[in-house]
């Protein structure tokens, strides 16, 4: 799978909006971008995923830049239980391919 | 849905002694993976079945591991003798594979201390 940067950590007020970046230069044409995160003593949370388009759920919107280098998860309320390491990971869609976390970034909400 | 189950949640073992952690995968789900989770090394997986049969164990650190999945609603993996440095966070996740791009689902985790 291709690797992808991430900045180690960053912070945001409770209620804006953050915005945490990933660099993935190596894509192929055929990866995906997914976003997890963990909470502190949980499993790791899906979040959302995309391809080109960009994409939006109930918990996040995920923009890909039209090259496909680099994309942003974006929270747009942050609360203090957003509180958690986000990992940026690609992948294929093929059988036999796997999810290979990296360190993620650390998002901490302050009050 | 209950999503991923493991059992025991925590466990607390001897050096030396045989321990065995539990994943019932979701329901319908095809692809079960086995996750170790350390403050040196991050999440690492450690082995992924498709259809109850393992496609990749290059992440299982040694022969003491091992993991099987008898059917397609349960996973054990088990270690054995028991080492200190095998204490860690153990996470299964289960995923929809080969129709799509799927996210993973995990369990809670099991933390193992080998003392």
């Known amino acids: 799978d291709a690797k992808t940067t991430q900045p180690p950590s960053m912070d945001c007020a409770e209620g804006r909006a953050a915005n945490l970046p990933c660099n993935h230069s190596t894509i192929s044409g055929n990866e995906y971008v997914y976003w997890y995160r963990q909470i502190h003593s949980q499993g790791p949370q899906y979040i959302i995923h995309?391809?080109?388009n960009n994409e939006t759920n109930e918990m996040a919107s995920l923009i890909i830049t039209e090259d496909r280098k680099s994309s942003t998860l974006i929270l747009p309320h942050a609360t203090l239980r957003d509180t958690a390491v986000y990992y940026c990971?690609?992948?294929?869609?093929?059988?036999?391919?796997?999810?290979?976390f990296g360190k993620g970034i650390t998002l901490s909400v302050r009050p | 849905d209950a999503g991923v189950i493991q059992s025991p949640r925590h466990e607390v073992t001897e050096m030396g002694q045989e321990v065995t952690l539990r994943c019932k995968p979701i329901s319908g789900h095809n692809s079960l993976f086995w996750y170790r989770q350390t403050m040196m090394r991050g999440l690492e997986l450690l082995i992924y079945?498709?259809?109850?049969?393992?496609?990749?164990d290059s992440g299982m650190p040694e022969d003491r591991f091992s993991a099987k999945m008898p059917n397609a609603s349960f996973s054990t993996l088990k270690i054995q003798p028991s080492e200190p440095r095998d204490s860690a966070v153990y996470f299964c996740?289960?995923?929809?594979?080969?129709?799509?791009?799927?996210?993973?689902?995990f369990g809670s985790g099991t933390r193992l201390t080998v003392v």
């Open positions: 079945f498709n259809n109850n049969v393992p496609i990749d």
């Open positions: 990971i690609v992948r294929n869609t093929g059988a036999n391919s796997k999810l290979t």
């Open positions: 996740a289960s995923s929809l594979m080969g129709q799509g791009a799927y996210g993973y689902t």
């Open positions: 995309g391809l080109k």
